[in-house]
């Protein structure tokens, strides 16, 4: 292999900070990440991380893009899944935990009170295109079937659902649950679609 040109030697740098950046951003959310940890876990300088990208929330900005675009497109494949209702839900609620390793609701922190307003319109439409719009659809569909109740909105249960997996995305392990993150979707699953009572 030959040695690469300055162009591709610029694309793959532009990768590991995308990379390193989004594992401490996800991690440690936005505020408490900072340029020169994201350079130093790249193995570049900070002026070099500049040279990509002018400050940390553009550089905050293009980690969820990319994030979000690859999660929406494997939410889209479930939904287009002919199978049963707690067999899709449960499913996309898996790939956004194995896809999105953080707290969604420090996302949604970070960026209603870390961005400048002209990013956090951005930002919001991302954030719901991503997770709040595949629920939406998946219950639109759900309605479609007669399978809501008359009462429920597919838009209240589709907040229903990201509010309640909230939890599930925190990644302090310390005090975390046994059972196989699976079951305990599962379980959930089985709770939102059927309720507790007999």
Known sequence: MGKLTRKEEMQLTRK?????????FMQKG??????????????????A???HFKDKETLYIEVIRELTTS??????????KET??????SGMILTLIDLH??????????????????NQYLLFQLSQDTYSRPFDDFFTEMQEKGLLRPEVSARAAAKFVVTSISPMF?????????????????????????????
């Open 16 to 24: 590991k900070i995308l990379k390193e950046a989004q594992i401490l």
């Open 30 to 47: 936005y505020k408490s990440t900072s340029t020169r940890e994201i350079a130093q876990q790249s193995k570049i300088t900070q002026p």
């Open 49 to 51: 991380l500049y040279h």
């Open 71 to 80: 999660v929406k497109k494997e939410l889209d494949k479930i939904l287009k």
């Open 84 to 89: 049963d209702p707690e067999t899709k839900l």
């Open 101 to 118: 390793p953080t707290n969604i609701m420090l996302m949604i922190h970070d960026i209603l009170n870390e961005m400048q307003p002209e």
């Open 170 to 198: 925190n990644g302090n392990q310390k005090f975390a649950s046994k059972t196989p993150m699976s079951e305990q979707v599962r379980e959930l699953t089985d709770f939102m679609l059927h309720g507790v009572f007999k």
